[in-house]
C-alpha cells in the first residue's frame, strides 16, 4: 500500500509466478511487466497511496514543457457515456521544477520512468528533450497532440510531414530511446506511424484522446471552459484497438497500445491487436488501484487460458 | 490530512430519504471500517451504472464511528440514479478526501462570551456544516466524545460560565443558512448551533433574501467566518469579511475527474501570502481553503 522511498525496493511481486514471463524489451529497455501509466493520470504521491508504484513496468509521468504552463480554466472535465473528456491544457510545472523535485521521486521506485514530453513548437519540445537527456530517465514519450502555435495551432501530430519533422528534429538531439504519441484525430494513422518510423523513433505509443464536446442543453453552452476537450475511457476502446492493429501492421518497432483499458481482458485485446506495453489511463482515475488490478487480472486470465508468455498472446491473433 | 491512505470501500446502505423536495439523505456503513472524518471533506461515490464513469463528489454532512451521512440533490442522472438506490444495497464509496475546515485556528482565533463563529452557507452548502458545528461545538466546550449533542439552551450556559473571566467563556455559533425555497436540515443544524437563521430568496420561510444579505442585519459581525455554498456568495462573503478584516475560510466546488489529486481537472488560483497566484487542486488541497486568498475570476 504504502509507497517505499530509495533503498527501500521491493522485489516484484507480480512476477512471482515463475512460469509465467511478464518482461518486454522495448528499443533496448526491460520493463518487468507491460503494465503502465497513462500521460496525465498519473501522480507519484497520489497514486501512490492507493498501490505500490514498484508493482508497475513503468510509470508514464505527466506532460512536461519546457516552461510552466498554467493549462485551462476550469471547467476542465466533463463526463461521457463510458468514457470523460479533459480539457486541463497540460499543465505542468515546467521541465526545470519537475527535474528538481519530481524525477528523483520517481526515481526512488523499481520501475521505469518515461517522461512524457508537450511543446508548442518544435525548439519547445528539442529544449526540453535536451535537459531531460541530461537525467536518469529511462526513456522520453513526444507528446505530438499539442498544437504547433506557429501553424495556426493544428496539432504537430495530425500532419505527417510536422510529425516527421518533429521526430527527426528531437532523435538528432536525444540520447535516450524515443517514443512518438500520435494523436487518433488523423484520417491515416498507418501513414504517421510510417513516417516516424522513417525519422528513427524508437517506439510508438497510441491513442491520445479523440477531440470532443459536450454542450449542455439547458445552459446552452459548453460544458468545458475551452469547448472542446479530450475523449478518453471505455467509449474510445474500438478505436483504439483498431489503430493499434494497423499501426503494428504498419511498422516493426514497438508499440505502447493505450485507450479505454479498464480490465485485464481489456489488456489482453490490445496485446492481440500487436501492443507490446499497455497504459492505463481514465480507468485509474475512476478506479485509483486500476493499473494493479489490471497486471493481477492479465496474469489470471493468462494462467486461466494457458498463455505463459505476453508474446503468446501477441501470436494469438488468427 | 486525515493520517490514512485513502481507500474505497464496499458500503452498505443503510437509508436514502427524501427529506426535501429532491433533496436526499443517504447513510452509509463503512464495511469493517473505521474512518476519521474532518468536517468539510467530501467522499467520491462511485456509482454502478458504468457508463457513468466520474465519481460524484459529496460532502460529508455527519459522521460518527462507521456511519456516514450524506445529503444531496437530484441534479442529473448520477444523482437520479442514486436516488434509486435502496436501504441493504451496496455502494462504492472513497474515505473522506481533501482536507476539512482549519478548525483549530477557529478555536485559537475566537475566545470568549462575546464572541460569534458564524457559519454562512447557502443550499447544498449547507450539509456539510452539520458536522462543522458538531465538531465546533465539541472543541468549544472541551468534550471529547463527538456523538453527544450539547445542551443549545442559553440559560444554562450563561449560568455555567457566569463566573468565569470573559476569555474562558465560550463563544456563540451561529448558522447563516439560505434556501431558494424549501429549508432543510434546520432542526439539525439547531442541535449544535446556538442560533440558527434563515434566508429564503422566495420568502417562504425565514428571512426574505440571500445569506449576504442577511448576514449584514448583523448589528455585530461575526468574529470567524466559516462558509459554503455557490461561488458567488462565497465570494460575497469573502469579500464581507475583507473589508471588515475578518478571517475567513470556504469550501470550493469544481468539476472532478479523480478527487484524489492525480488528474489536475480541479484546479482554482490561490494567492499565497498575498502574493504569488498559485494553481491549487481544490480536491487535494481544498475543498477549503481561506476565502482572502481565493482568486475569484468571472
Ligand atoms: C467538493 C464537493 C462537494 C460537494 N458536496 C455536495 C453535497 O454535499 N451535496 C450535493 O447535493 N452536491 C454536492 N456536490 C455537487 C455534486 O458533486 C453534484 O451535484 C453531482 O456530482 C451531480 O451529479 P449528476 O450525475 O447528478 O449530475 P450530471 O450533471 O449528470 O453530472 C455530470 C458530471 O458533472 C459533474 N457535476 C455536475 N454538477 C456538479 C457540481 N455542482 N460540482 C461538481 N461536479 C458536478 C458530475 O460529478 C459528473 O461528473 C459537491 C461537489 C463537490 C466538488
Ligand atoms: C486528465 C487527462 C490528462 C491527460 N494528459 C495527457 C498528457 O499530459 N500528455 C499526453 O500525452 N496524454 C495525456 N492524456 C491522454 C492519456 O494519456 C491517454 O492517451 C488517453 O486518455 C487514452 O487512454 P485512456 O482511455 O486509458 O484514458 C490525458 C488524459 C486525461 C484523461
Ligand atoms: S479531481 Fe483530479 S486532481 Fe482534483
Known sequence: MISLGKNQKVVNSGNSDSDLDLRVTIAGVTLDNPVTTASGTFSARESGAFYDINELGAVITKGVSLEPWDGNPTPRIAEAYGGMLNAVGLQNPGVDAFIRDELPYLKGFDTKVIVNVAGKTKDEYCRAVEKLCETDADMLEINISCPNIKEGGISFGADTSMAAEITRAVKKISKKPIIMKLTPNVTDIAEIARAVEAEGADGISLINTLLGMKIDIYQKKPVLWNRMGGLSGPVVKPVAVRMVYQVRRAVKIPVIGLGGIMTGEDAVEFFMAGADVISIGTAALVDPEAPVRIKRELIHFMKNNGYRSLQEIKDALL | ?298
Not at chain 2, 463503512?30 to 463528489?57: C, H, T, W
Not at chain 2, 441493504?88 to 482565533?109: A, C, H
Not at chain 2, 456544516?129 to 439552551?153: F, H, Q, V, Y
Open chain 2, 1 to 298: 490530512m486525515t493520517g490514512f491512505e485513502p481507500r474505497i470501500l464496499e458500503s452498505k446502505i443503510l437509508g436514502n430519504d427524501c427529506i426535501a423536495r429532491e433533496i436526499y439523505r443517504l447513510t452509509l456503513k463503512y464495511d469493517n471500517a473505521e474512518v476519521k472524518i474532518k468536517p468539510g471533506q467530501f467522499v467520491n461515490l462511485y456509482l454502478n451504472d458504468k457508463s457513468m464513469i466520474l465519481p460524484r463528489p459529496v460532502s460529508v454532512c455527519e459522521a460518527g464511528n462507521d456511519r456516514l451521512t450524506l445529503v444531496y440533490r437530484v441534479v442529473g442522472k448520477g444523482t437520479e440514479a442514486l436516488s434509486g438506490y435502496a436501504p441493504g444495497e451496496m455502494i462504492r464509496v472513497s474515505t473522506p478526501l481533501g482536507n476539512g475546515y482549519d478548525i483549530s485556528d477557529v478555536v485559537s482565533t475566537v475566545k470568549g462570551a462575546s464572541k460569534k463563529i458564524v457559519l454562512a452557507a447557502g443550499g447544498l452548502g449547507v450539509p456539510p456544516m452539520i458536522e462543522l458545528a458538531k465538531t465546533l461545538r465539541n472543541e468549544i466546550e472541551g468534550r471529547a466524545d463527538n456523538s453527544a449533542t450539547p445542551d443549545t439552551s442559553a440559560a444554562s450556559n450563561t449560568g455555567a460560565t457566569a463566573s468565569l473571566p470573559d476569555t474562558d467563556k465560550k463563544p456563540e455559533i451561529v448558522a447563516v443558512v439560505g434556501f431558494q425555497d424549501e429549508v432543510f436540515l434546520k432542526e439539525e443544524l439547531e442541535r449544535f448551533c446556538h442560533r440558527v437563521l434563515v434566508a429564503t430568496d422566495s420568502g417562504i420561510s425565514g428571512f426574505h433574501g440571500n445569506v449576504v444579505e442577511l448576514m449584514k442585519t448583523f448589528e455585530q459581525p461575526g468574529d470567524y467566518y466559516l462558509a459554503c455554498g455557490p461561488k458567488l456568495m462565497l465570494k460575497a462573503v469573502s469579500e464581507y469579511c475583507l473589508e471588515k478584516n475578518l478571517p475567513i475560510q470556504v469550501s470550493l466546488e469544481e468539476r472532478m475527474g479523480c478527487g484524489y489529486g492525480a488528474c489536475v481537472g480541479c484546479t482554482c488560483k490561490i494567492k499565497e501570502d498575498h502574493e504569488s497566484v498559485k494553481l491549487k487542486k481544490v480536491c487535494k488541497d481544498g475543498p477549503v481553503f481561506r476565502g482572502n486568498e481565493v482568486v475569484w475570476d468571472d
